[in-house]
């Protein structure tokens, strides 16, 4: 059962409880009220007519007969109430209303009230409208006389009738009351929960793929708001996360063809190659060593690539750093002398040593092999006769190498994507590798929490800045 008829359902039963226990006291309350203002206006008038006939005034002769004394009667007979004087054997002396002699018979209040010569009480049906309540009080009239005992009566017709109406007028009252609010919880449970129907109805649209949609908020502060405005934060932080992961595959599979295809152009040439060698070149004096020395360099250049890719795909899988405490400037003084030996004069390679104070942590091998990756694509994009200075400088917080050289530039479009795996600026340039070198060195400066940024002027140079904090994040933070 939809939750919306089981609140409905409950307060109807509650409601539907509440108003018939409130109805029926409320009921009998009334009808209480009014039976007993019959016997007390009976049994009140009853004593004052008593009171009058026992001074010798409430009786006087007319036409030599008792009646009851105008006075007397306007005082007392009024609203319903009947007076009725007895002698000592029941026989009606005056009355302020005409009881049939056969029904008189059936009043048997008087007996008791003469007999035990006190006040008596009960019911009496006088006429077929129904029951008399009727209260006799014994008398003995001063001046003497018949009169023994005197009754006040008073229908309960009039009472009986108001109690009728009253009940008719709580039960109607009680049922609108009633149908009003199970109609008025129904709505309020249906406007409750409307917004729930929206959310499920949304949320099955996401469900079948669309994450990025998010679920309709109708009021931010109640309950069902705060469960959705929580459902879409979920549902944006998964979005981000199923976006992550698919970058992640996709530069994985750029990756992984990428590098199928840098490594084809090395084997069709060996392939090509060998080819040559067993149709006809094994023979020939010229063509044999030439086949054998290109072999030998595409298998060299694939060796190298492959150990670039077995580099970047290890810091794929966080091989952790060894960070230790060292001295930048050294570590650039040795990448310095190595590219100096592996130049041969073909550029000139500056590198003033700082006075110290270029301490920081950091992993000594990976940074070496930045710092030369840098060194060597300097001397590879310079033409002979350029030169190359080394620069290292204390910023504080952090430390910094520059390496500038006067070599060919790099165009300003290709400047932010020479870090990219695979870039090449461009693909004619001699010199070039297979544009992993700058890949690597970013992933280590990466690792360190570094900054490696590259600024050039196309045909006048190229500047690679590393900027190493001194104490990385990643060494502290284990
Ligand atoms: P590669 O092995 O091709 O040198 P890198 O990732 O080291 O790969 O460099 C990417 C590209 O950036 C190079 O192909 C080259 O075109 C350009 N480049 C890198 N360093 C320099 C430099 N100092 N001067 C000019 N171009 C450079």
Do not use: C
């Not at 009986?160 to 919880?185: K, Q, W």
């Not at 040795?334 to 040593?353: F, L, M, N, P, Q």
Request: aromatic share 6%.
């Amino acid at each position: 059962m939809p939750i919306r008829w089981r609140l409905t359902a409950f307060n109807a039963l509650a409601i539907g409880a509440i108003l018939t226990v409130l109805g029926f006291a409320l009921f009998f309350l009334l009808r209480e009220t009014l039976i007993s203002s019959v016997e007390d206006a009976a049994r009140d008038r009853a004593f004052a007519a008593a009171r009058s006939i026992n001074i010798g005034e409430g009786l006087e002769e007319e036409d030599g007969r008792l009646v009851l004394d105008d006075d007397l009667v306007d005082a007392i007979a009024f609203d319903g109430v009947f007076i009725v004087v007895r002698d000592a054997d029941g026989n009606i002396i005056a009355q302020t209303i005409g009881i049939p002699a056969g029904r008189a018979s059936e009043d048997e209040v008087w007996r008791t009230a003469l007999e035990a010569d006190n006040p008596a009480y009960g019911t009496v049906e006088f006429s077929e409208e129904g029951l008399d309540y009727v209260y006799a009080v014994p008398v003995s009239p001063s001046e003497g006389g018949p009169a023994r005992v005197v009754e006040a009566g008073k229908s309960y017709l009039p009472a009986e009738e108001n109690v009728r109406d009253i009940a008719i007028v709580l039960a109607s009252g009680i049922a609108a009351a009633f149908l009003f609010s199970v109609a008025g919880a129904y709505l309020l449970a249906r406007a409750a929960m409307s917004p729930v129907g929206a959310v499920v109805e949304a949320a099955r649209r996401i469900t079948e793929g669309d994450l990025s949609k998010r679920l309709p908020v109708a009021r931010e502060n109640d309950e069902i708001g705060g469960l959705t405005s929580t459902i879409n934060v979920m549902l944006s932080r998964l979005e981000g996360a199923f976006a992550r992961l698919e970058e992640t595959l996709a530069r994985q599979r750029r990756f992984a063809a990428d590098a199928s295809h840098e490594l084809r152009t090395p084997l069709t040439s060996i392939n090509g190659y060998a080819e040559v060698l067993d149709e006809w070149g094994l023979e020939d004096p010229v063509v044999a060593p030439e086949s054998v020395a290109a072999i030998r360099r595409e298998s060299e250049r694939m060796m190298l690539m492959v150990e670039d890719l077995l580099t970047l795909t290890r810091g794929d899988e966080d091989n952790p750093m060894s960070f230790s405490h060292g001295d930048l400037g050294e570590v650039v003084g040795e990448a310095v002398d190595a590219a100096r030996a592996a130049a041969s004069g073909k550029v000139a390679i500056e590198y003033a040593t700082p006075n110290g104070g270029m301490e920081a942590v950091f992993d000594r091998e990976r940074i070496r092999q930045a710092v030369t990756i840098l060194l060597d694509n300097a001397v590879k994009y310079t033409p002979e006769g350029g030169s190359v200075s080394v620069e290292a400088k204390d910023l504080g917080e952090s430390v910094a190498m520059t390496v500038s050289d006067t070599g060919i530039g790099i165009p300003e479009g290709d400047l932010d994507r020479v870090f990219e795996r695979f870039y090449r600026v461009d693909e004619a340039r001699s010199e070039a590798g297979a544009g992993l070198g700058l890949a690597i060195a970013r992933q280590i400066s990466d690792a360190h929490g570094a900054h490696i940024k590259a600024e050039s002027e196309r045909g006048r140079g190229s500047m690679f800045t590393l900027v190493l904090p001194k104490e990385p994040e990643a060494a502290s933070g284990g």
